[in-house]
Structure formats: C-alpha cells, structure tokens
C-alpha cells in the first residue's frame, strides 16, 4: 500500500496541548541546575486506556527532544520482559554490567554512569512505553535515574492496570508530571482519518467509522487499513467513502485480539452472548450466563454496564430507573470474538439470547424485532407475522438493510401484499428500484382486488401507491408507467380516499415534470374537497406548496405551511413528515429570498437532530440544501465538503436524481475553487445518472455547472452564453429563469438585455431575489456607482458575500468612469474585504472588475489575454473561440498595450492565471 495511508506513523492531531506540556517538561529537566540543587520535575508520565495516541505523543516529543540536541533512547516495557529483572532497561545500555553488586545503591551508580559514558554529558531523554509492565527492578532503577538526574523521563502507562510503586512515586511526589490523556472527540477523528488519507471523507462514513473504533485512535488506524486492502474503503468522485463492512484481516484481528487473549472457552461464550444482545439488559444476562463471569469481563474492561434512567413521572420520588444495560467493552470485540466462534455457535447462541430476551415480563418493539432477527438468522420459529412487525420498527429506525431482510423472510412465509410493499419501501431506500417494483408488480392484482373498505385495507393501497410510485417514477423515471398505474388503480378503486390519493401521486408526477399551474389545479381540487382525508391533505398541499415556491409565489405558499404544520402536530402515524416538509419548504423560501445566514444557520440545525435518527436519506438531502446553501454564500471550499459528503451518502439512498444534482453543484464549487479538473470530473458523474423525466426545478444546477467550467477554462463568451440559453428555456419556474440570467449578467451578459428581461420575472414573482437581480442589472446598464453600492449592502445584509464582492467592484468600477475617486476607493476596498470571505472563490467580476489592470480590456480581450496565459497557442484560442488567428493576434496586441507588458509569459502574472492542466491529468 503507498501514500500516507501506509506511513507507519499517522499525523498527529488534537495533542498540541499536550505535546507543549511534555516540551515544558523536557526542558525543565534539561535546565536542573546539578544534583546539589532541589530535584524539578524532570519528564512525565502519560496515562491513557489502551489505543488513544499516548504512544504517538511521546514518539512525537522524543523527535522533538532529538531535534533539539537532547540524547533520546526509546524502551518498551512488556509482560514477558517482567519475567527477567532489569531486562526492560537493559536496550538503553547494552553495556552496563549488572551483575555483582551486593546492593541495590551500587547497581544504580553503576548504571547511571553507564548512561552518562554512553550519552555524554546532556541528560538523556528515556521514553519507557507500557511502563505498568516494569519489573519491581526496573522500576526502582528508573526512579533512582530519576532522582539522580540521570535522565529526564517521559512514560506511558495503560490507565486501570496495576502500576509498581516506584512509577507512582514519580508523579506523587513530582518529580515528573503526570499527563492524562482523554480518547480523541469524533470531529479529532474525522480530522486524524482525513489527514491520514490525503483527501476527504464522506461525513457519515466518519460518524460510522467513529461508532465502530470508539474514538479507539489505534484501532481506527487499523480499521482503516483493513478496509482499504479489501477495497471496503476506496476512493469515489473524489472522496473516501465506506460501505460499512469491518474487514477482519490478519493484522485487524491480532489488534483487537490482544485484548480478548487469556479468555477461557466460558469466558468467551459469555462475551459471545453479550456481543449478540448488546446493549443486552443485565437481568437477561444473568440468566444466560454466570454473575461472577461476567464480573470478571466487566473488571478486564472487556465489558461495562451502562445504567439507564428516566424523567420523574409526576407525583413520584426520585428517577425511575429502568434495567441496567450490559455493552461491550469495543464494538470490535463483538466483530472479532462471533468471527473466531464460527457461524454454528453463533447460532446457538442466538438462539439462547432470544429465549431469554423474549421471557421478559414486557417487551417493547425494538425487543420484538431483535428477537424475530435472532431467529431468523439462527434458524429457529417465526411467523409471517412477527417479521413484519419486526421490519416495520426497523423501517422506523431506518436499517433498510435489516427491514428488507424481516420482510422478505415474512413474504416467504406467506406474509402476502403487506409484506411484499414492506420488502420495496426497503429495496426503495437503498436504490434498488429495480427490486422494488419487481414485488409490487407481483402483487398489483391482489392490491386492486382488495375491497376491504376498513382502515387497514386503506393503507394498503396507500403504502402500496407510495412504494410504487417512488419505484416507477422518482428511483427508475419511468413518469408514463408511473402514471398508467395509478390510472389502474383508479379505474378499479372509486371511492374518494383512493382517487384522492391516487391524484396526489398525479401532482407529484406533474410537478416534478415542470407542469406546475397543472399541478396546482389537481391539487387545488382535492383541498377544496370538505370530504378530503388528512393523508391526502398531505400529499396536494405539500406538491402545490412546493409549485407555488417554484413559480416564486413563496408568499403564497405560507397558509400551506401553517396547515402541513397543523397536521405534522397531531402526531398520527404517516403525518409526521408533514412538519419537516413544512419546515424544509420554508427553507426554500429563505433560499428565494437570499437568506444565505439564516438558511445555513437552520440547516446546520436540521443536521445535528438528524445525526441522532439514522435518517441517512434525510441527512443526504439536508447536506445537498446547506451545499447549496454555501453556494450562494459563495464559499465554495465549505460548499465542497458538504456536497462530497451529500453525494456519498446519496449513493445510498436516491431519490429523484437527487445524487446527479448534488454532483452538478459539486462541480460549481469545485470551479469556483479553481479545481477545474475535478469539477469535470464531478460534471460527467451527473451526466452519468438517467435524470430523464426527474425534477426540472434541478435544472439550473445542471447549466450553472457548465457556465463555470467554461469560466474555469477561460470560455467567458461561451458561459454567458450557457446561461442566458438556459434561462430561455427553463420554463414554468420563474424562480429558476431568475437564477440563470443573474448568471449570464454575473459572466458578462448585456446588463440592458438582461436587466429587460429580468424586470417580467420581478412582476410574477412573490421571492426577493429576481426584484434584487434586476435592481443589480439596471444599476450595471445605467453605470450607476451609487445604486450598485446600495446593493452591496442588501446582498452582503443576507449572506450573499459573493455576489456584494463583486457588485462592490463594479461599483468601483463605476465611480472610478464617473471620476468619484473615494468611491471607487471606497468600494474596491469594500470589495477586497468582502472576497477575502469567499475561500478563494474567483468569478469574472472578481478577478477583472477589481483589477485595475485588467479592467481595461474588453470582454473578447479579457478572454483571449485568459487563454493566453494558461499556454494555449493562437491557433488553439483560434479553434476553440472559432475566431481567426488574425483576429486573436490583434486582440493580444491590444492587450499587451493597455497591460503595459511586452511578452506572452507576462499574462499570467497579471491575470493571476496559471498554465492549463495537461490533457493527460484531465
């Protein structure tokens, strides 16, 4: 394995503080005056639990120490060398004899001149790793070392484990420091793993990866390795990402195992059981297996007991407790000790637990679907029945995974209809569309046949047309069959819940098709309906709320809300999700209207609660909101991390072409952040995913990813040009028409033109933001510096850094044609101030507005002059501009004059322009 993954030494992160004191320390030993003087602390000893860097950071302070001109020697202590004395000190003076002294005295003068002979005359810097492990020799040595000044010591110790009482006299008596080292937090993780990569991490696969090493700095690393060498960990549009899978190769299992050697066969069998319940409540424990055990795993660290308390109910004293929970002491411990088991014990035992389990006096539901796993994967009894309801709570926990399981093994047992919409809406969550509707296929007729007019058979069909539905159109865009299978159900189901239902997965087809007045009306005759269902409610107000948004009616919008809101409140199971689509709408809203702080505030918000529920779906989309939300901030370096994360975690779960959107806003930030290579990268993976006849309200996204790669490659005509062609045809959503030709003036469009056709969209718009872009387009058509400075106030008031720095240039750029010198001064400044928040970010109006230099050119000079300096010929500008040679040499003389330069390699210098990436790196 190459590249710094396989360094033998990670990088240290999140120690610095420590790393200081250990520094501090050394040099207090090194400045002790002579032994005549009172003894300073000279060293100390880090405790820790076993695998959190104490390791790492003495190695990182010895180099240091080493750097610095101390003479450094390195020991490790381990069990067998405490079966010999002195054997552990013995490496650091090979030579020293230690044998025939009759005292102990004698052999520590001995020894210390030994160390002074062979280091010379700076005291020595011992590093004694695992120095819990010393024998009674070697510990009384070292303290006398240290005392003597001989050496300035720095020791690990593994905290919890007996210690020698010469180690503790080190730090209770000071004459070293004692350094308590906490487990790393999961963002000092996540920012160790990264660094050790070279390169990002999806942010779930770092949360996943955090739960299963435990902060466990050691096995991260080797958790890490492993999955790299079984390619569960690899390198995916330009970000690490994990499928999940704990690899157990040879060095993995010998990591962990370490700590499980020694177990006897019942010790092993105990944990075993614990590893398959955990967390597994003690009283079931204890009839499974022996107290005294158990005790004793819980001693070695092995396992520990995690209490659980609840609110006082009223009228009650004190907590109510309920039944300890028993957990492993590593979630690896369970991976590795069921590995070495074998699969016919693990049986067994799965067995045994789920007995015990289901002889509790009350079960809940997560009880319930542990047991009816257990007992499917060992074999045993379990009917269609309880594997449905098991896979109903783990759908509700969302574990795809396990539900799809539950439900295919309660479909094989005869589980019928509910079971087999159970095993789509799983295969649904886990993009296997194609799975999904091979089992509603199978079994349309028996749904259509059902005449059971009760609830029950009610939410039949409703699960069965949302599966489906999701399947068909939003998983394998297939709008026409989507369509011709709610027109079956229709035709064979005439009551009002059903075609009311049935014309709320109608709206959602239309749309998502761009047909969004169309989809107001349907929706529009479904609410007006005093008979409408509250499930039906539900679906047609949130699809005419959503095309209301898109038309930019975001006012309009609200009353919907309050009613989603109203509905989300009553707490009824399947109206749940009313709230949060209220509230993710609401966002919209802000976005429409510029609210780049608010909006990102929120979203961040949204993300800390979602981390808690497993709704990696959810989660997926929350992240794609606040990229984009980034986006228009214009901080496209943290636009990047996010997105990366939102489309590894969409890999897993997309719905509507979500992922292709999130890559085409990848590839934005990866533009505006100069990366031009990685932002085609990102621009052909969304090409890549069938998006044909998915949401049109993404297609914006899709043309902005061009326009900038065009900017990248220095295209400024062909940009403008992209954008103002996708604003022509971009159809019902006015909001996005808004967008595009904002764009096309950002990169150079005719600001009358623009501003003339953006003054329509102002009209039939409720949002913000097409009124502020057409006061924008004006102010540039008028060269008017002062009501562009306004405008630097209301974009930079919303969090729009971005778009205020570059209107702050052109307002420069204004004021200095209208000879306002202060405020053109007043504005670049301004401007500078405003770009330095940006991350970099580089737009035309940014790098040629606020260049004094470059302002002088004209737009076909400006790209010429651009291409130039990143080392295309004249001939390629000709091919590519499909301009004349004749004609690009002009423009460069022009452009050498006003730039006041005589070569071609001065372009690049002052255009801030480098060479083009080789054909070869693209």
Known sequence: MDGPVAQREWPLVARQEELGLLTEAVAAGAATPSASEPVAPAGAIIFAEAGVGKTRLMREAVAMAADRGHPTAWTTATRSSAMTPFSALVPVVPEARLDGHDAALSLHRAFAEAVAARYGSRRLVLAVDDAQLLDNGSAGLLLSLVLSQTVTLLATVRLGEPVDDAVTILWKDGLCRRLDLPPFAPAEIGDLVRRALGGDMAQRDIERLVRVSAGNALFTRELVLAAIDTGSLREVDGIWRWDGRVPLTPRLVDVVSQRLEGLTAEQRTALGLVAIGDPLPLPVAEKVTDVIRLAGLEGAGLLRIEEQTVATPSGAIGPTVTPAMLRLGHPLYGEILLGQLGAVETRRLMRTVADAVESQPSLTADDAMRIASWRLEAGGDVTAEALLAAAATADRRFDNALAERLARGSLERGGGPPAAIAVARAANGQNRFDAAEAVLADVEDAVLATDDWSAS??????????????????????????????????????????????????????????????????????????????????????????????????????????????????????????????????????????????????????????????????????????????????????????????????????????????????????????????????????????????????????????????????????????????????????????????????????????????????????????????????????????????????????????????????????????????????????????????????????????????????????????????????????????????????????????????????????????????????
């Open 457 to 922: 058979g009610m939410d039949l069909r409703r699960a069965y047309l949302a599966a489906r539905s999701t399947a068909l159109f939003h998983g394998l865009s297939r709008p026409d069959e989507a369509l011709a299978m709610l027109d079956r159900m229709a035709a064979r189901h005439r009551d009002k819940p059903t075609l009311h239902h049935v014309a709320g997965y109608r709206t959602r087809v239309l749309i998502d098709g761009g047909r969004l007045q169309e989809a107001v009306e349907l929706a529009d005759e479904v609410l007006d309906d005093p008979d409408v269902d509250d499930t039906s409610v539900l679906l047609c107000a949130s699809t005419k709320s959503q095309a209301l948004i898109d038309l930019g009616l975001t006012r309009s919008a609200a009353p919907l809300h309050e009613r989603l809101n109203a509905l989300g409140a009553e707490y009824v199971p399947g109206l749940g999700q009313a709230g949060i689509i209220a509230a993710l709408q609401s966002l919209q809203c802000q976005y429409y209207d510029g609210r780049a702080t608010e909006l990102i505030s929120q979203l961040q918000m949204y993300d800390d609660m979602l981390a808690a529920t497993g709704d990696e779906g959810q989660r997926g989309l929350v992240w794609m909101s606040l990229g984009l939300a980034q986006l228009l901030r214009g901080t496209p370096v943290s636009a990047r991390r996010t997105l990366r994360s939102a489309v590894a975690t969409l890999s897993a779960w997309d719905f509507a072409g979500n992922r292709a959107w999130a890559l085409a806003m990848l590839a934005q930030a990866e533009a505006l952040s100069g990366d031009v290579v990685s932002a085609r990268r990102a621009r052909q993976a969304s090409r890549e995913i069938d998006v044909t006849g998915r949401i049109v309200r993404y297609d914006p996204d899709f043309v902005t990813a061009d326009a900038l790669i065009a900017v990248a490659d220095g295209h400024l005509t062909r940009a403008a040009e992209i954008a103002a062609a996708g604003a022509a045809v971009v159809g019902e959503p006015h909001v996005n028409r808004a967008r595009l030709l904002h764009l096309a003036l950002r990169l150079g469009a005719a600001p009358a033109e623009i501003a003339g056709q953006l003054v329509d969209v102002a009209a039939v718009t409720e949002c913000d933001l097409p009124t502020l872009y057409h006061a924008h387009a004006a102010g540039l058509a008028s060269g008017d510096g002062v009501a562009l400075e306004s405008l630097v106030d209301e974009f930079e008031s919303r969090g729009m850094w971005l778009v205020a720095a570059e209107v702050a240039a052109q307002a420069s750029a204004a004021h200095a044609r209208a000879a306002v010198r202060a405020g053109a001064a007043r504005t670049a400044a301004r401007s500078r101030s405003l770009a330095m928040r940006c991350e970099g970010a580089r737009t035309p109006a940014l790098t040629l507005e606020n260049d004094s230099t470059a302002a002088a050119l004209s737009r076909r000079e400006r790209e010429v002059a651009h291409l130039a300096a990143t080392g295309l010929t004249n001939l390629e500008i000709a091919q590519q501009l499909s301009l004349s040679v004749r004609t690009v040499e002009s423009h460069l003389y022009q452009s050498f004059a006003k730039l006041g330069i005589s070569h071609r390699e001065d372009l690049s210098g002052v255009l801030g322009v480098g060479p083009a990436a080789s054909p070869e790196n693209q």
